[in-house]
């Protein structure tokens, strides 16, 4: 398992996606596949950083953790700011979507993004730290 701890900024977001990307080549995963964990990571982390740390007045840092087996990599963020549950987000509906972009309600499309773009997703919070857990299959 890879560990690292990142500065809950903006200007870490290319860390961990390079941190990402590379996990995705190493596990060979298709480009579109390494695209769409890519995405899903960085919107999350965005989440993380804007509402879970800048938004609440806080700072700290963001737990990047991957981990490969034969059938799956995962990779794991892990922060202490304000706790927040992905799933929760009302995801647009097909309607939204072709609604025209200056009539469509701001935010969510992003985690509909990231959601549906990974084979699996859950989150955990636990001891006052949110767990962002992304899988796909490698097989």
């Given amino acids: 398992m890879i560990q690292h701890s990142i500065p809950a900024n903006l200007?870490?977001?290319?860390?961990?996606?390079?941190?990402?990307?590379?996990?995705?080549?190493n596990a060979r995963l298709s480009e579109e596949a390494t695209y769409r964990l890519a995405l899903a990571v960085d919107e999350i982390a965005t989440n993380i950083i804007t509402h879970g740390y800048?938004?609440?007045?806080?700072?700290?840092?963001?737990?990047?953790s991957i981990e490969r087996?034969?059938?799956?990599?995962?990779?794991?963020?892990?922060?202490?700011?304000?706790?927040?549950?992905?799933?929760?987000?009302?995801?647009?509906?097909?309607?939204?979507?072709?609604?025209?972009?200056?009539?469509?309600?701001?935010?969510?499309?992003?985690?509909?993004?990231?959601?549906q773009g990974v084979d699996c997703f859950d989150y955990q919070r636990s001891n006052n730290v949110n767990r962002n857990i992304f899988g796909m299959n490698l097989a």
């Avoid at 200007?11 to 080549?25: G, K």
């Fill in 11 to 25: 200007a870490a977001l290319s860390d961990i996606r390079q941190l990402v990307t590379l996990a995705c080549q």
């Fill in 54 to 64: 800048e938004e609440q007045g806080l700072s700290g840092r963001i737990g990047v």
């Fill in 69 to 115: 087996t034969d059938q799956s990599l995962t990779v794991v963020l892990e922060d202490t700011g304000a706790a927040y549950d992905p799933r929760t987000q009302s995801l647009p509906t097909a309607e939204d979507l072709d609604r025209p972009l200056e009539d469509r309600e701001i935010g969510g499309l992003g985690i509909f993004l990231a959601l």
